[in-house]
Nanobody
Framework: QVQLVESGGGLVQPGGSLRLSCAASGRIFSLRAMNWYRQPPGKQRELVASITSGGGTNYADSVKGRFTVSRDNALNTVYLQMNSLKPEDTAVYYC??????????WGKGTLVTVSS
């Protein structure tokens, strides 16, 4: 089992920045990728950014150049640095972990609201 806890969400003005954190515990040695998803109000959940155990990263086109995913292996924590935020970035952001058996684990989510 893997437990994921997100933090760092909140209200920010357009153009502002936030950093989300996802602390992982449990059988983290079995993880092969960690991902950030988001679900805007009334819409489906979508993949925002991924980071593999080897440090490779991928981003949705909508956030490329604005968001950066990183990890601190010593702290078992993954981060999502979000810059130049737009109202359309408003969503509940979820941390996801994928293990070697392709089993998904999810955090409970953290709300990001971009509004003036």
């Amino acid at each position: 089992q893997v437990q994921l806890v997100e933090s760092g969400g909140g209200l920010v003005q357009p153009g502002g920045s936030l950093r989300l954190s996802c602390a992982a515990s449990g059988r983290i040695f079995s993880l092969r990728a960690m991902n950030w998803y988001r679900q805007p109000p009334g819409k489906q959940r979508e993949l925002v950014a991924s980071i593999t155990s080897g440090g490779g990263t991928n981003y949705a086109d909508s956030v490329k150049g604005r968001f950066t995913v990183s990890r601190d292996n010593a702290l078992n924590t993954v981060y999502l640095q979000m810059n130049s935020l737009k109202p359309e970035d408003t969503a509940v952001y979820y941390c996801n972990a994928l293990n070697l058996a392709s089993i998904n684990y999810w955090g409970k989510g953290t709300l990001v609201t971009v509004s003036s």
